[in-house]
């Protein structure tokens, strides 16, 4: 069964509009595990607009599941992950000014930079995924990062879906074959929701993991929590 991973950005960028500390950051990730959640993933950004650094270090030692921390490779967050030695780390080409993830690393213009930093993550002991659109000359510059996995940048995926889910879904399918065939672990992310899920799962083969974030935290301020995370899950078996 794919493995799901919440993010829990959207939990941050609530308790960050008043200060303090509600909602807890670190007790809704506990909560998600309990409820279900394989994995917590976290985003920091260098404005720390929701989740913050401390946050990260706060989570590291409560974190039971898989520990993903996602973002844009400044040296601060480079550091930030070596210190944390998450189970993975998830190289994302956002810039600092960006709202949110809106594209894949070029690997081809990008191998050396990436090279660099993939072999620092590895030398820790971090498996390593890095963000790529569905174009194959992408994934196969993928490999020659060193990269342990992908994670398949999904927003196209989820826009096209309610006009034609067949054609939304095809180029993911054919990037997800190649990736398998150059012997690349397959996560994906952004945009999937209890809408698209299920459909996504079961067309892309030998899919190891979703983070799902604005979706699942959207949907629990209806159904709750715990119950959401259980109707995630049921899409993934």
């Known amino acids: 069964m794919t493995r799901l991973s919440v993010n829990i950005n959207k939990i941050a960028t609530i308790r960050n509009a008043r200060g303090g500390n509600t909602p807890n950051v670190c007790k809704v990730a506990l909560d998600c595990e309990r409820f279900g959640a394989e994995g917590i993933t976290v985003h920091p950004r260098p404005d720390e607009r929701h989740i ?8 590291k030692s409560l974190v039971t599941t898989e520990f993903n921390i996602e973002g844009y490779p400044t040296r601060d967050f480079i550091d930030l992950v070596v210190k944390a030695k998450p189970a993975q780390v998830t190289l994302v080409p956002d810039p600092p000014e960006a709202l949110t993830s809106n594209a894949g690393w070029d690997t081809v213009k ?16 971090i498996r390593t995924s890095i963000f790529v659109d569905t174009d194959l000359a992408n994934i196969e510059g993928a490999v020659a990062t060193g990269t342990d996995r992908i994670e398949l940048y999904t927003e196209p995926y989820a826009t096209n879906y309610p006009k ?33 899920l299920k459909y996504f799962n079961d067309n892309i083969p030998n899919l190891t993991e979703v983070s799902i974030g604005h979706a ?22």
Do not use: W
């Open 52 to 59: 913050r650094y401390q946050d990260v270090r706060d989570l």
């Open 110 to 125: 990008n191998r050396d930079i990436l090279v660099e930093i993939i072999k620092e993550f590895k030398a820790a002991g």
């Open 164 to 196: 034609n889910k067949e054609e939304a879904i095809r180029p993911f399918v054919i990037a997800a074959k190649k990736a398998h065939e150059l012997g690349l672990e397959i996560n994906a992310g952004h945009d999937l929701s209890l809408e698209n």
């Open 216 to 237: 699942l935290i959207s949907d629990s301020l209806y159904y709750g929590l715990e119950n959401t995370i259980q109707m995630y899950l049921r899409c993934l078996k």
